[in-house]
């Protein structure tokens, strides 16, 4: 019996070392561009990187017709920046849902996420800089009898 749990222990460990061994592979279609969906809040961003110039299209608009606060163009370049991707990609990207904030933030999951599927090698610098995680910060639910989420109605003493 103590040989049989031996064997599974070398078992796992042969697996586990296979697994940490095995390079990740990039994952590009045809057209060479890499895809993935960006949450954040309600908005949802569908995104496909590929090699170019360093274009954004979003929703067949430029980046600087569709944000036009400085901001927000900036939390979109923030992966390109982490990665020292700068002017390499093109993204092209369809965003729904939510307000300008929400969908800048869901882009820029989105665009993370295509680097992650384009370069592996990146995954560490992204992850290391919170960009693969979903913020999964949401507006709270409004409760009955509450005239907001928390916010008691006004009390009257008379």
Not at 10 to 30: C, G
Not at 44 to 70: C, M
């Amino acid at each position: 019996m103590a040989e049989k749990i031996e064997s599974l222990k070398d078992i796992k460990v042969a697996a586990q070392s296979e697994t940490a061994a095995a390079p990740r592979k990039a994952n590009k279609d045809k057209l060479g561009r890499s895809y993935a969906t960006g949450k954040r809040k309600d908005a949802v961003a569908r995104v496909w990187i590929k090699p170019g110039k360093g274009n954004i299209t979003i929703n067949d608009k430029s980046l600087d017709q569709y944000f036009a606060r400085p901001v927000l163009k900036m939390i979109i370049n923030q992966p390109f920046e982490v990665a020292n991707r700068e002017n390499e990609f093109d993204v092209v990207c369809t965003v729904k849902g939510g307000g300008l904030s929400g969908q800048a933030g869901a882009i820029k999951h989105g665009i993370a996420k295509a680097l992650n599927e384009y370069e592996p090698e990146l995954r560490t610098v992204l992850k290391k800089a919170g960009f693969l995680t979903r913020d999964a910060r949401t507006v709270e639910r409004k409760k009955f009898g509450r005239a907001k989420a928390r916010r008691s109605f006004q009390f009257s003493k008379r």
